[in-house]
């Protein structure tokens, strides 16, 4: 009887260390199973480093990826303007008037790419608010009409450039220093992109 009980004992015990044995296999096994993943996931980000380092100088690459980019700004600056009562079109026209005054309708029309009959749409809007107003021309052509902005217009655009502003000012603080230092950076080469474009 005292055998048996010994007998079984030491079958117990087997069992327990076969049970030990497996789980420490099992254990083994899902740490190298996760250190294989771990340097395959170094391995793809080396190799993303170096595919993105080699499409760094790519200009189509590039382009390809500022595009959405500058199209996505542009939609949210344009929805200040939006939020002041006048289409992003007016916006832009009011900018043209203000740097080129006294700019007649045809020049503006041509400077923004777009019919007589629509400009003048527009120009009876941005009149009607009180942002611009026509004027004859008192020399030369007396047929003529000069748009010119009127006072209320400067403010209205000092106004939207201040909460333009203020929108990607916000922004960019949740961004890191170094992070805003290669926004930054971009600025001028960006310029020199915006300048050959005109």
Request: aromatic letters at 2%; charged letters at 35%.
């Amino acid at each position: 009887m005292v055998e048996e009980f010994h007998s079984l004992d030491a079958e117990r015990v087997e069992e327990v260390k076969e049970v030990k044995e497996v789980k420490e296999m099992e254990e083994m096994e899902g740490i190298k199973k996760k250190r294989e993943e771990t340097e395959k996931l170094v391995e793809a980000e080396k190799t993303a480093e170096a595919l993105e380092a080699e499409e760094l100088g790519d200009a189509l690459v590039i382009a390809n990826r500022l595009r959405p980019i500058l199209l996505r700004l542009n939609r949210f600056l344009r929805n200040e303007a939006h939020d002041m009562g006048v289409t992003n079109i007016q916006a832009s026209l009011l900018g043209n008037i203000a740097r080129s005054e006294p700019l007649g309708l045809g020049e503006l029309a041509t400077l923004e790419h777009i019919s007589a009959p629509t400009m003048v749409k527009h120009v009876d809007k941005l009149e009607a608010a009180g942002l611009v107003e026509r004027i004859r021309n008192s020399e030369g052509d007396r047929r003529r009409v000069e748009l010119r902005v009127t006072e209320a217009g400067k403010a209205f655009m000092l106004d939207l450039r201040a909460r333009r502003t203020a929108w990607l000012a916000s922004r960019l603080e949740m961004l890191e220093p170094k992070e805003r230092a290669a926004i930054a950076a971009a600025i001028e080469p960006l310029q020199q992109i915006a300048r050959r474009g005109e």
